[in-house]
């Protein structure tokens, strides 16, 4: 029995198709991608505003998507310009691993915290924003990892932002 007989007698259901598309179903999926785009990039702010006040930016620029990933890059010693390389498959990897390193070396972190970086940066963010890690300058970024120099224990005002501790 040929294909078209199938069909033709019943057998197979036809290969055709309609779809009907309901407006409530595309205004309730707008809208939920509205609210997830919203949420993320809330979350991705708060996430970034700490570790942007502490290495003296502006807490605004954690919630401007991509000038945010911009201003992380600044932060960790690396050129803005890698932004550009982040839309390149692959090469955004190289760019993560190489922000998660250096992030991990200006708050004067060690190795396992460049790779939760890498595979937990929203959480890590968090963490390196609210908890105890200071900045200590893009020029940390040239130490190896983990060894970055230490920090000063004076006074509270001694330490400024952005500042180089050695």
């Avoid at 919203?38 to 942007?52: D, E, K, Q, T």
């Avoid at 990897?93 to 939760?116: D, P």
Wanted: net charge positive; no cysteine; glycine share 12%.
């Amino acid at each position: 029995m040929t294909l078209i007989t199938a069909l033709a007698s019943g057998m197979l259901p036809a290969m055709t198709t309609t779809t009907t598309t309901d407006p409530a179903a595309v205004a309730g999926a707008l809208t939920g991608s509205l609210l997830g785009l919203v949420l993320g990039i809330l979350v991705a702010g708060f996430s970034l505003m700490g570790m942007f006040t502490k290495a003296g930016e502006p807490k605004w620029a954690a919630f401007v998507p991509l000038y945010n990933i911009i201003v992380l890059l600044r932060i960790s010693g690396l050129s803005p310009w890698l932004i550009i390389l982040a839309f390149i498959p692959v090469a955004n990897i190289v760019v993560v691993v190489l922000l998660a390193i250096n992030v991990a070396k200006v708050f004067g972190k060690g190795v396992g915290t460049a790779i939760l970086l890498f595979f937990f940066s929203t959480i890590m963010y968090f963490v390196l924003s609210y908890g105890g890690a200071r900045y200590l300058g893009r020029e940390a970024a040239r130490h190896p990892l983990g060894q970055a120099p230490r920090q000063s224990h004076g006074p509270v005002g001694a330490y400024q932002p952005g500042q180089y501790q050695s």
